[in-house]
């Protein structure tokens, strides 16, 4: 079945570093999504790429989109405090089936 | 506007006891719905997930099953819960066709002791 990668599991950075996640499918996606948990909360939803290449921009976090549609990134530039979390990729496959496969997470923590 | 309601927040319950999770979706039809486990400081892996009432696909084979008895309602269950069924878990809805994104309830954690 589908299985979907991110590395690094853990991140540890300086308040102000920058910050990347990497997300890794097996099978072509029809889309992929970003999603932030909060320690001892539920993911909430950050953003969507569709197209091949895409990249999209949110402030200080900047996404991309594989050309190949199999793999993305999630980079922060100078994290704050409110970075930490666990971030997630989650993608849809090209069967039709509505399922939704979630990344293994990168967990984000901010040394002040 | 939607919301998602998920309970109860938490739950401890003997190793082969029953399990009822519900799940209930409002402000919109014929959702798409998820149950996703995270063990500790791990990843969420898909569990079960429904396109129609009645309609389950299983993810994983394991000690759990799902049911759709109506459109917005999504339940968990299982007959005789183990140790390793301990966790979070998170039911999320979706909107049919489109994947722009899934709704998270506020999630369930289980500890079976």
């Known amino acids: 079945g589908q299985q979907v990668m991110q590395i690094p599991q853990y991140q540890h950075v300086q308040e102000g570093e920058d910050f990347t996640t990497y997300c890794n499918s097996s099978?072509?996606?029809?889309?992929i999504q970003w999603y932030k948990q909060r320690p001892g909360g539920h993911p909430v939803f950050l953003i969507q790429l569709v197209k091949s290449g895409e990249v999209k921009k949110q402030k200080r976090l900047t996404f991309q989109f594989g050309e190949a549609k199999k793999n993305s990134s999630l980079h922060i530039t100078a994290t704050q405090t409110t970075d930490v979390g666990t971030y997630f990729c989650?993608?849809?496959?090209?069967?039709?089936?509505?399922?939704?496969?979630f990344g293994t997470g990168t967990r984000l923590t901010i040394i002040p | 506007s939607q919301t998602i309601h998920q309970w109860p927040a938490t739950l401890v319950q003997p190793v082969g006891s029953p399990l009822s999770l519900e799940c209930t979706v409002e402000?919109?039809?014929?959702?798409?719905l998820y149950w996703y486990r995270q063990a500790a400081g791990r990843g969420l892996q898909l569990l079960f997930y429904s396109v129609g009432i009645g309609q389950i696909s299983s993810e994983v084979p394991q000690n759990l099953s799902a049911s759709r008895p109506q459109d917005r309602q999504f339940i968990l269950s299982s007959k005789k819960l183990l140790l390793s069924d301990s966790g979070f878990y998170l039911c999320a809805w979706a909107r049919q066709g489109d994947f722009t994104e899934a709704f998270f309830g506020q999630g369930t954690r289980l500890t079976v002791v």
């Open positions: 099978t072509t996606l029809s889309n």
């Open positions: 989650a993608g849809g496959d090209n069967f039709g089936n509505e399922k939704l496969t």
């Open positions: 402000g919109t039809s014929n959702p798409n």
